[in-house]
C-alpha cells in the first residue's frame, strides 16, 4: 500500500542547533515529493518540491531536502534553526497522472527551546 | 500570489445539522481538494474534483459529499453532522499541470456538538 511515514511525532532542538525531519515512503511509481510547513491556526505552506534532476533540492527559509531512492527517503534539514520555525511539518508523495494527489505523513511537530 | 479562502476559520454546529464548507480560489485552477487533519494522521482527502461538476471520492468519503458548480468554488457537505466528523477541515487547490504544488486556504476548525 501507498504510505508516507513520518516516525517523529514531535522533536524539540535548541535555537541555532541544526535539525532533521524523516520522512519515507513506500509508493509504486515514480514519486515526486514534498515538504509543507503549517504553522499554529494556518494553513499549509510549502517548503520545497522535488520531481526528478537533483537529488538535493532547496527551498524556502533555509531549509533544504534529499532524495535518497535507495533508502526510500526525502529528509528535511536545516543548518540552524530559528524560533520562529516552530511548528508542524508535513511529508508528502504523489505521481504523475494522478490528478495532483498527494499522500500526507502524519507530521512532525517542531518545538524551539530558546 | 494564489488565494485559496474558505468561508470560516471556526464553526460549530449541532449533531444532526447539514453543514456546508465553501471553498473559492482565484487562480483559474482546474483541480480542487478536501482534506481534513486530525492530530496524529496527517491530512486525509475526502474528495477531490478535477474540473466544473466532477468530483472523485478520496480516501474518507463516507459521512460526506461536495458540490462544484463554478470553476473557482468546492463546497463540502455535511449531509448530517456527527460527532466524529469534530475537525479541521482544509481545502486546496492546483493547476493541472504535473509539477504543480497544491496551495492551502487557512483552514476551518468544525466542532459538532
Known amino acids: 500500500a501507498q504510505s508516507v511515514t513520518q516516525p517523529d511525532i514531535h522533536i524539540t532542538v535548541s535555537e541555532g542547533a541544526s535539525l532533521e525531519l524523516r520522512c519515507n515512503y513506500s509508493?509504486?511509481?515514480?514519486?515526486?515529493l514534498f515538504w509543507y510547513v503549517q504553522s499554529p491556526g494556518q494553513g499549509l505552506q510549502l517548503l520545497l518540491k522535488?520531481?526528478?534532476?537533483?537529488?538535493l533540492v532547496q527551498g524556502i527559509k533555509g531549509f533544504e531536502a534529499e532524495f535518497k531512492r535507495s533508502q526510500s527517503s526525502f529528509n528535511l534539514r536545516k543548518p540552524s534553526v530559528h524560533w520562529s520555525d516552530a511548528a508542524e511539518y508535513f511529508c508528502?508523495?504523489?505521481?504523475f497522472g494522478q490528478g495532483g494527489k498527494l499522500i500526507f505523513g502524519q507530521g512532525t511537530e517542531l518545538s524551539v527551546k530558546p | 500570489d494564489v488565494k485559496v479562502t474558505q468561508s470560516s476559520r471556526y464553526l460549530v454546529k449541532r449533531t444532526g445539522e447539514k453543514v456546508f464548507l465553501e471553498c473559492v480560489q482565484d487562480m483559474d485552477h482546474e483541480n480542487m481538494f478536501w482534506y481534513r487533519q486530525d492530530p496524529g494522521l496527517g491530512l486525509r482527502l475526502i474528495y477531490f474534483s478535477y474540473d466544473v461538476k466532477m468530483k472523485e471520492k478520496g480516501d474518507i468519503p463516507e459521512g460526506y459529499s461536495v458540490s462544484r458548480e463554478k470553476k473557482e468554488r468546492f463546497s463540502l457537505i455535511l449531509e448530517s453532522a456527527s460527532t466524529n466528523q469534530t475537525s479541521m477541515y482544509l481545502c486546496?487547490?492546483?493547476?493541472?499541470?504535473?509539477?504543480?504544488?497544491?496551495?492551502f486556504g487557512p483552514g476551518t476548525r468544525l466542532t459538532v456538538t
Open positions: 486546496a487547490s492546483r493547476p493541472p499541470r504535473d509539477r504543480d504544488e497544491q496551495y
Open positions: 522535488y520531481f526528478s534532476g537533483d537529488t
Open positions: 508528502a508523495v504523489g505521481s
Open positions: 509508493y509504486g511509481a515514480t514519486p515526486y
